[in-house]
T-cell receptor, first 113, second 116 residues
Framework: AQSVTQPDIHITVSEGASLELRCNYS??????LFWYVQSPGQGLQLLLKYFSGDTLVQGIKGFEAEFKRSQSSFNLRKPSVHWSDAAEYFC???????????FGTGTRLKVLA | EAGVVQSPRYKIIEKKQPVAFWCNPISGHNTLYWYLQNLGQGPELLIRYENEEAVDDSQLPKDRFSAERLKGVDSTLKIQPAELGDSAVYLC??????????????FGPGTRLTVL
């Protein structure tokens, strides 16, 4: 069965520091991959997605993610975190041939001033 | 372009009371989704509509939950009667296409339900 694992429930970084959020998936083929961000009291906003092609994907707000098939990973990165990046981040897998998304349990990011 | 609109944003009710949530998707989006998000969890799909047809309601607890999308645009999700365990955020999302293939989903702000 398909699944998504976000190993880090909470991450704290200082403003200006770099960030990497981990996402591992279990899936029998090349998946569609997504990262969403959810600010407090808000819905999910799409940061970036990978369907095919270049495995390094650029998104909004200065985020990028890299698809690594050998590691079944799609980690999210940002070179310099801003206080406004504090939020919860969800990785999701889209199951090919269906419309279904499978979400991870999320990583809550705290940014220290 | 307006995003997905949901109302109310917050709702507090007593158990056994009915409650309804409303969603208006992005204009032109044929597919509409209702998700349940429990605290500390990712969203889980309750029901998916293609136009006015519910094409997947397998995860919807039909003894107390119902949904409709009569004209293929906005949608209502109802719980009757509500239970304590229904306290959660109810998210609506929409995507442009149909055909059952993966599409980028756009989410609304959600309705946070508290059942006392």
């Amino acid at each position: 069965a398909q699944s998504v694992t976000q190993p880090d429930i909470h991450i704290t970084v200082s403003e200006g520091a770099s960030l990497e959020l981990r996402c591992n998936y279990s899936y029998g083929a090349t998946p569609y991959l997504f990262w969403y961000v959810q600010s407090p009291g808000q819905g999910l906003q799409l940061l970036l997605k990978y369907f095919s092609g270049d495995t390094l994907v650029q998104g909004i707000k200065g985020f990028e993610a890299e698809f690594k098939r050998s590691q079944s990973s799609f980690n999210l990165r940002k070179p310099s975190v801003h206080w406004s990046d504090a939020a919860e981040y969800f990785c999701a897998v889209g199951v090919r041939g269906t419309y279904k998304y499978i979400f991870g349990t999320g990583t809550r990011l705290k940014v220290l001033a | 372009e307006a995003g997905v609109v949901q109302s109310p944003r917050y709702k507090i009710i007593e158990k056994k009371q009915p409650v309804a949530f409303w969603c208006n998707p992005i204009s032109g989006h044929n597919t509409l989704y209702w998700y349940l998000q429990n605290l500390g969890q990712g969203p889980e799909l309750l029901i998916r509509y293609e136009n006015e047809e519910a094409v997947d309601d397998s995860q919807l607890p039909k003894d107390r939950f119902s949904a409709e999308r009569l004209k293929g645009v906005d949608s209502t999700l109802k719980i009757q009667p509500a239970e304590l365990g229904d306290s959660a955020v109810y998210l609506c999302a929409s995507s442009p296409g149909t055909s059952g293939r993966i599409d980028t989903q756009y989410f609304g702000p959600g309705t946070r339900l508290t059942v006392l």
